[in-house]
């Protein structure tokens, strides 16, 4: 065969191979859109039996009508079924939790958590969460060590649903190496384990991994473990992660104790990190003690736009010393000191004190009209 008949021979070759390819995808696009047609004319009419449980209707024949639904039926709406289940409350969330039992979607639910495909796992994952079944508990930790990372973000959400204060070190431990889950999400979790958690919290603020004593540190703040207080006093003063002590400052601003004013007053010091003093100057805002005024006041005119805007914020959660000690700082801007060729010296820390103040005032005067409109 000549050099040209096997060039023609490739090309042709070349051509049915990418004719054939196109035809595959073709087809295949065309057999994926008539399944999801099929199973979209499927769901309709089980939808809309979903929708009316969803919006407080406990008829026993709709209910009983759900339950009775053929497989391929209850195969297609069971998707929307998901994702009701995990958005309703109160009586319509329990009606259809007894939907869902009465299926056996709990077992088959539970079989499916070892599946190869992460989406089939993801999706029993979140079905247990959303039953609450305690059951379930070790086969879901478990997968808070899965390959895939979607797969250990809905097991960790499902465990939080769930309840079982059992879960709170196996979630406190994925905060951490190489399959970690992200920390809002385990902290998100863990606040919905009840108070029966606050003791492993608090044994985690001596965890070796700064991680874990972060994220211990914020949910004793989101629970209000006010018991912990001590603890987490201690954290911010001694722990020699920066993340740590500025979780701890943040959540000593939300439980609220007297006894917190001290170790924040201390953590606006100028050798203190940034970051931290300004989560302590946002702190002290939220104790609403009014001892701090002076501190905060004269962090108006911190080089650190974070520390002074915050401090400027503070003080307006302070009542009325508050107030008057930013109106003092915008008055000082005007009472400058003569300069000796007669005109006026401007002090760039009472300059940049009467902006921050000035921008508080601005921003209190805004939320007070914006609340007189919506009265």
Not at 23 to 51: D, H, K, N, S, W
Not at 205 to 210: E, F, G, K, S, V
Request: aromatic letters at 2%; one cysteine or more; charged letters at 25%.
């Amino acid at each position: 065969m000549t050099l040209a008949g096997a060039a023609l021979v490739a090309l042709i070759v070349m051509l049915a191979a990418a004719f054939l390819l196109g035809a595959l995808i073709v087809g295949g696009r065309t057999v994926r859109r008539a399944r999801e047609a099929r199973r979209a004319r499927l769901a309709r009419p089980a939808r809309r039996l979903l929708l009316a449980i969803a919006a407080g209707d406990d008829d026993p024949a709709r209910i009983e009508e759900l339950v009775r639904l053929p497989d391929e039926v209850w195969l297609a709406v069971e998707p929307n079924a998901i994702a009701l289940l995990g958005k309703v409350r109160g009586e319509a969330h329990t009606t259809l939790v007894d939907v869902f039992e009465r299926r056996g979607a709990a077992w088959r639910a539970r079989s499916q958590l070892k599946r190869r495909d992460p989406v089939v796992r993801a999706q029993a994952a979140e079905v247990l969460g959303n039953l609450g079944r305690r059951d379930a508990l070790l086969p879901l930790c478990d997968l808070l060590g899965d390959p895939d990372p979607d797969v250990r973000v809905v097991a960790a959400r499902a465990l939080g649903r769930i309840g079982d204060v059992g879960a709170t070190q196996p979630l406190l431990a994925t905060l951490a190496g190489r399959r970690a889950v992200p920390a809002q999400v385990v902290a998100t979790a863990l606040t919905r384990l009840g108070t029966g958690a606050q003791p492993a919290l608090l044994a985690a603020l001596d965890d070796p991994r700064a991680a874990v004593r972060a994220t211990a540190a914020e949910v004793l703040g989101l629970v209000g473990a006010v018991g912990a207080t001590v603890r987490v006093e201690s954290a911010l003063r001694a722990d020699p992660d920066i993340h740590v002590r500025i979780r701890a400052a943040r959540t000593l601003g939300r439980l609220g104790t007297r006894t917190a004013v001290a170790p924040l007053l201390d953590a606006l010091e100028p050798d203190k990190p940034g970051p931290l003093r300004a989560e302590a100057a946002r702190a002290l805002g939220e104790l609403g003690a009014a001892t701090s005024a002076q501190a905060l006041t004269v962090l108006l005119a911190d080089p650190d736009y974070a520390v002074a805007h915050n401090a400027a914020r503070s003080l307006l959660r302070l009542g009325n010393a508050g107030r008057a000690a930013l109106v003092a700082a915008e008055h000082r801007e005007h009472v400058r000191p003569r300069h000796a060729a007669g005109g006026f010296e401007p002090d760039p820390e009472v300059v940049l004190s009467a902006a921050h103040a000035r921008e508080a005032l601005a921003a209190a005067e805004l939320d007070d009209r914006r609340r007189q409109l919506t009265s």
